[in-house]
Nanobody, 119 residues
Framework: VQLQASGGGLVQAGDSLRLSCEYS?????MGWFRQAPGKEREFVSA????????YYADSVKGRFTISRDNAKNTVYLQMNSLKPEDTAVYYC????????????????WGHGTQVTVSS
């Protein structure tokens, strides 16, 4: 199983970014997590394989939107109204059975993509 996240960058507060993660199996449930320097990994958002259910951390609700295109084997994280506290390395994760906020439940992880938001 291969996961490849991309789309990170350096932006200013209030800007938008869209992260992408390509996956090798379209039946996987997908999640986004992030880790800021000196902090533990935290859940950002998740989506099941059929896009029937989506989940968000309270800190990103109303600003971030997760979606997927199984025809392209890609999951997206649209991030709007970015804040400096969103600065982190963002990781995508996949699992055939689990969708949710517990990172340890995901079996597969991709390399991260850096998001830096300046004030």
């Amino acid at each position: 199983v291969q996961l490849q996240a991309s789309g990170g960058g350096l932006v200013q507060a209030g800007d938008s970014l869209r992260l992408s993660c390509e996956y090798s199996r379209r039946t996987f449930n997908m999640g986004w997590f992030r880790q800021a320097p000196g902090k533990e990994r935290e859940f950002v958002s998740a989506i099941d394989w059929s896009s029937s259910n989506t989940y968000y951390a309270d800190s990103v609700k109303g600003r971030f939107t997760i979606s997927r295109d199984n025809a392209k084997n890609t999951v997206y994280l649209q991030m709007n109204s970015l804040k400096p506290e969103d600065t982190a390395v963002y990781y995508c994760a996949a699992d055939p059975f689990y969708t949710g906020s517990y990172g340890d439940e995901y079996d597969y992880w991709g390399h991260g993509t850096q998001v830096t938001v300046s004030s």
